[in-house]
């Protein structure tokens, strides 16, 4: 993205009333004739309507764009809160997947939230793990509400079964730790950083209420060499 956008911690010619009347030359609604009166009088009218029109044309194209710069604005702020809005990862904890600098966009029209999902929420109050505070957090689903979250021999098991994580790639990074295993309480979401032994995440702090949910991070805009849709 050329623009960073907010930072997400990992720790989107109308015609007047009235034209078509007016009272310079072809502007009366009766075939465009001027009605005459005594030869002066039609001269001084004419003289009159020639200042008018010039005026007129100039106060239409300062409201025409007046109400084009409202309206793009309307649409960009409607876009960036109800669809999509740009954010820029200043941490690694996501990394391979997400590098420190990109900058990624999210669908705030995301639906329905699947294990495996990567997200953006808002940073919940019982996060404490340092740093300089960040409105909003980004890390990946790996429990649904329902479920149970453990860790067994560096890996992830969901209600027992071993999940299968092919985003991470072979490494001790991503040697997965728990204290315990963990239920997902009803409308809850259990998250993780990819980067497993650099994240603080739901482990630390417990799981994120569905409604701290920004939206689903569909795609990497920034640099090039990062480009990719999820």
């Known amino acids: 993205m050329p623009s960073p956008g907010p930072t997400v911690g990992s720790g989107p010619g109308t015609a007047l009333p009235g034209e078509g009347s007016g009272d310079g030359p072809g502007g009366e609604g009766s075939g465009g004739e001027l009605t005459s009166g005594a030869g002066g009088g039609t001269d001084g009218d004419q003289g009159s309507s020639g200042g008018a029109g010039p005026r007129r044309r100039s106060y239409r194209w300062v409201v025409e764009w007046i109400v084009v710069i409202v309206v793009a604005v309307g649409v960009a702020f409607g876009v960036r809160t109800f669809v999509a809005q740009t954010y820029y990862v200043p941490s690694t904890s996501m990394w391979p997947t997400l590098k420190a600098g990109d900058r990624i966009v999210v669908n705030k029209l995301y639906g329905t939230i699947h294990v495996g ?16 505070p960040v409105p909003d957090l980004v890390k990946r689903v790996v429990g649904l509400p329902g479920q149970t979250v453990s860790a067994h021999g560096g890996q ?7 999940l299968k994580e092919p985003w991470l790639p072979k490494g001790p990074q991503t040697y997965t730790t728990m204290s315990k295993p963990f239920t997902v309480p009803k409308g809850d979401y259990f998250v993780m950083g990819d980067n497993r032994v650099n994240s603080c995440d739901s482990r630390m702090w417990g799981p994120v209420k569905g409604s701290y949910i920004v939206g689903k991070v569909f795609l990497i805009l920034w640099p090039p060499s990062q480009f990719r849709y999820f």
């Open 117 to 132: 999902d990567i997200i953006v929420f808002k940073t919940p109050p019982a996060e404490d793990c340092g740093g300089p």
């Open 156 to 162: 992830v098991y969901i209600t027992g079964k071993l």
